[in-house]
C-alpha cells in the first residue's frame, strides 16, 4: 500500500528552524521524483522545493532559497526539508508529494502544519 507520511511540523518563532520528513512507502522510492508543497489559508498550494530521482538535483521557489534545503535518502525512502530563517508568511500545511514516472502515478502525504509566530 502507497503511503506518504510527512512528520516535524510545529510551532516556531520567526528565525527559528524546522526540519520537515517523509516516509515513503509501496512504490519506488528511488526512482521518483520528490517534492515538497505547502498550502496557507485561502491560498493555491504552491511549490516549494523539488529534488530529482536521476542526478539529486533540486530547485527552490525565489522566496525560500537560501534558507530552505531539500534532501533525500534512497536507503530510507526519506525526503527531508530543512528549513532555516523562518518567517511568518512561511505558515502553512506543507504536503510531501511523490511522482511516478513508469507507471505514472503521483502520490501526496496528509501534511504537517508549520506555524511561525511569535
Known amino acids: 500500500q502507497v503511503g506518504l507520511v510527512e512528520s516535524g511540523g510545529g510551532l516556531v518563532q520567526p528565525g527559528g528552524s524546522l526540519r520537515l520528513s517523509c516516509a515513503a512507502s509501496g512504490f519506488t522510492f528511488s526512482r521518483s521524483g520528490m517534492s515538497w508543497y505547502r498550502q496557507a489559508p485561502g491560498k493555491e498550494r504552491e511549490l516549494v522545493a523539488a529534488?530529482?530521482?536521476?542526478?539529486?538535483?533540486?530547485n527552490y521557489r525565489d522566496s525560500v532559497k537560501g534558507r530552505f534545503t531539500i534532501s533525500r535518502d534512497n536507503t530510507k525512502n526519506m525526503v527531508y526539508l530543512q528549513m532555516n530563517s523562518l518567517k511568518p508568511e512561511d505558515t502553512a500545511v506543507y504536503y510531501c508529494?511523490?511522482?511516478?514516472?513508469?507507471?505514472?502515478?503521483?502520490?501526496w502525504g496528509q501534511g504537517t502544519q508549520v506555524t511561525v509566530s511569535s
Open positions: 508529494k511523490a511522482v511516478r514516472l513508469t507507471p505514472a502515478a503521483v502520490y
Open positions: 529534488i530529482s530521482s536521476v542526478d539529486g538535483s533540486t
